[in-house]
């Protein structure tokens, strides 16, 4: 098979919603639909020791929740298909940002009880701004939710995008019988979990649809619809300004399938990724790819850090030399792999689209550029975003020193949590996006490197970068505490507002710069 025919295969893309919204879930079902799995974990199976395939950290299975973005990569008809789950937890947004530079389409979950959530609207932001296609899916139609004109509605003018409704709901909870496909011209009826039947529209007599009120209630709807909504355009799909817009319910598999059909017809395939000398087209013989996410320990027992690499353009081989272009060293790629959560298998070959892993023995950062050949070209910066919380960290025993420093070490690299180091004395400083990722890095030192932790807290602060090469430090006290990122970079640590505001005025030699004004992501985490 050609490149370009490999290329026309794929399609890579994330799921994206509020914390509880049903990722997870909607997840689970394509996987099923792809036979990778026999049957669908609970996000929260604790009682049955089932658990969601995509959740494969021990603490997502006990708290119920994802912490950490995963790849899954298998073929459903004729695509090869590349999902990227991501945290749905404000506090690991980062990680999802990052994520969100690897994919080419965005499937974003909405709540039909609760509408466009918090979360959902920073995520829909980052999507924007980077012109990627999302496609909607609301969910638990099975449950009495809000109005669906009303939902379209606040799509529209919470998030700024037009609407087009693939199907539309016949009723809802107790009262649903199904969905009216308007693109595919039939009926699906709910038949109860799991259950579903496709009646064509000229049968739908014979099933007896036609007698129930809310069936009258919602061809009134569909000729609204037609008379008043927005028309169907691929184009300003694969523009980001109309999402197509889908009725079901993840939990009881009902409309997901129909959802996952049309969702592959119409979503991007691999798509031109920007570098600093130009677009690169996905067709380009030479390859190409950059790493978006690294990650520790997905195997415990032989404690691997794994770099997960998006591949951009031309054929990955297995053993082929490529030029890591941030340091101009040869690297040979003989261990790489492909992912289903934490389960792996050795790839052999890759294209554009895909997503694959490549054993890193801590050579390599978030952000780097691989090249076939000669190439020194990179693709674009990954957005960087500052920390709010900040706590001081030691190991509560001397003598797990070595762990201790590998721990931090791998788990920072990895993107888990920032690292910073006090001017004054040296002392380690951990910032995050929120409480949770604390939890979650003291859980996974504890589990993955046998280090109990001893935290200090420094409560909320303002980061601030320093600009200047040179400075005196003696301007700098408790209230503006001077530090240094993982990148040796100077930064000050500000107790509030106020404090920031006279060091501005009184310190007007020093310039400081705010790391996320100076991206394209400013105003998503506001």
Known sequence: MSLQQEINKRRTFAIISHPDAGKTTLTEKLLYFGQVIRSTGTV????????????????????????TSSVMSFPYHDFHVNI???????????????????????????????????????????????????????????????????????????????????????????????????????IVQFKGEEKEEIIPLQEVASHGIEEHHVYQETLGEIELLEEAGNEFSPERVKKGELTPVFFGSALANFGVQTFFDTFLQFAAQPQPRKTNEGLVEPETNQFSGYIFKIQANMNPAHRDRIAFLRVCSGKF???????????????????????????????????????????????????????EGKGQYHYEELPQFP?????????????????????????VQEGAIQLFRQDLNDSI????????????????????????????????????????????????????????????????????EFTLRYFLENQKDIELVDLFVENDYQGVTS
């Open 84 to 186: 990227l789950d991501t945290p749905g937890h404000e506090d690991f947004s980062e990680d999802t940002y990052r994520t969100l530079t690897a994919v080419d389409s965005v499937v974003m979950i909405i709540d039909s009880t609760k509408g466009v959530e918090p979360q959902t609207i920073k995520l829909f932001k980052v999507c924007r701004m980077r012109g990627i296609p999302i496609f909607t899916f609301i969910n638990k139609l099975d449950r009495e939710g809000r109005e669906p004109l009303e939902l379209l509605s606040e799509i529209e003018e919470v998030l700024g995008i037009e609407s087009y409704p693939m199907n539309w709901p016949i009723g809802m909870g107790k009262r649903f019988l199904g969905i009216y496909d308007r693109f595919n011209d039939r």
């Open 317 to 371: 081989e297995r053993g082929m030399s490529v030029n890591l272009s941030r340091t101009n060293k040869i690297i040979k790629l003989n261990q790489t792999q492909a992912f289903m959560a934490k389960d792996r298998d050795t790839v052999d070959e890759a294209y554009p689209g895909d997503i694959i892993g490549i054993y890193d023995p801590n050579i390599y950062q978030i952000g780097d550029t691989l090249i």
């Open 44 to 67: 929260k199976g604790k009682k049955t020791g089932q658990y969601a395939a995509s959740d494969w950290m021990e603490i997502e299975k006990k708290r119920g929740i994802s912490v």
């Open 387 to 411: 920390p709010e919380l900040f706590r001081r960290v030691q190991a509560k025993n001397v003598m797990k020193a070595k762990q201790f420093r590998k721990g931090i070490e791998q788990l």
């Open 429 to 496: 400083i951990l910032g995050a996006v929120g409480q949770l990722q604390f939890e979650v890095f003291e859980y996974r030192m504890k589990a993955e490197y046998n280090v109990d932790l001893e935290f200090t807290s420094l409560g909320e602060r303002i980061p601030r970068w320093i600009k200047n090469e040179k400075f005196e430090k003696r301007f700098f006290d408790s209230r503006s505490m001077l530090v240094r990122d993982r990148y040796g970079a100077y930064a000050v640590l500000f107790e509030n």
